[in-house]
């Protein structure tokens, strides 16, 4: 691991530690497999068309740039169509982080921003924060906790009930908050009543909500922190990220 002042940080060695690139990364060729990746330094550009089966169409990612710089910035993109299915998630393309063996507790500082655009036609699709934690360190996640930048074409969360438990103001934004189950996993979304373009914010914010008014577990282990968005419907789809950071 190299590590500077870049602001893209993966607490693999330790909470503190930076990466940047040896060099600046430039666009890539795109990667079209079910399961493909890109490695950025300690992060990963994951095709993840783990809901493939339940619809038909393709979907590629790709490396547009990341900076050698004190931004840390990264920008990707993926493009996509999905048909049938009406409902189901086909994929999560994302921007991917593993902070390692870490709780709830240690991190009260994920600072992150993110600039994003989509085109296409009949998008039903979200745009969202997805991060999975674990009652132990690398062990099977036992809740996901969704933060919803947008909700594109009539997208929904997991509910049990269908309306939000709480409408809560964290950090300078208003969010519905919704839970539900899939599977053993408790789920935890936070929806954006407006779509949110260019969001910035410190992600631990939510998981002090969520202890405090909850009941979440903060003695929990972070698994993993994606950035990127889920397809159900829509042809022509193009997600751009121009600019992408998290520090933890």
Avoid at 4 to 17: K, R
Avoid at 84 to 98: I, L, M, W
Avoid at 155 to 163: D, L
Wanted: glycine share 10%; charged share 15%; net charge negative.
């Amino acid at each position: 691991m190299k590590t500077s002042p870049a602001v893209l940080v993966l607490g693999a060695a330790a909470a503190s530690a930076a990466w940047t690139p040896s060099h600046t990364h430039r666009r890539r060729a795109d990667q079209c497999g079910q399961y493909d990746t890109i490695n950025v330094g300690n992060f990963k550009l994951y095709n993840n068309m783990w809901g493939k089966d339940s619809g038909s169409g393709h979907q590629c990612v790709g490396l547009d740039s990341s900076a050698n710089d004190s931004s840390g910035r990264v920008s990707w993109h993926t493009s996509w169509s999905w048909s049938g299915g009406d409902g189901q998630v086909k994929s999560y393309p994302n921007f991917e982080a593993r902070p390692a063996n870490k709780k709830v507790s240690e991190l009260s500082n994920i600072q992150t921003t993110w600039s994003w655009s989509y085109k296409g036609d009949n998008l039903v699709s979200d745009v969202a924060y997805d991060i999975f934690t674990s009652p132990t360190a690398g062990g099977e996640a036992a809740y996901e906790i969704m933060i919803w930048t947008a909700a594109l074409g009539g997208a929904g969360p997991i509910s049990s009930t269908g309306s939000p438990a709480d409408t809560p103001t964290i950090g300078d934004n208003s969010w519905q908050l919704y839970k539900g189950q899939n599977g053993a996993t408790t789920v935890f979304s936070f929806v954006a009543p407006e779509a949110i373009n260019d969001y910035s914010g410190n992600l631990a914010d939510f998981f002090t909500y969520l202890t405090e008014k909850q009941d979440f577990p903060a003695d929990q282990y972070f698994v993993s922190i994606g950035a990127g968005t889920e397809p159900f419907t829509g042809q022509n789809a193009v997600f751009t990220t121009t600019s992408y950071s998290i520090s933890f």
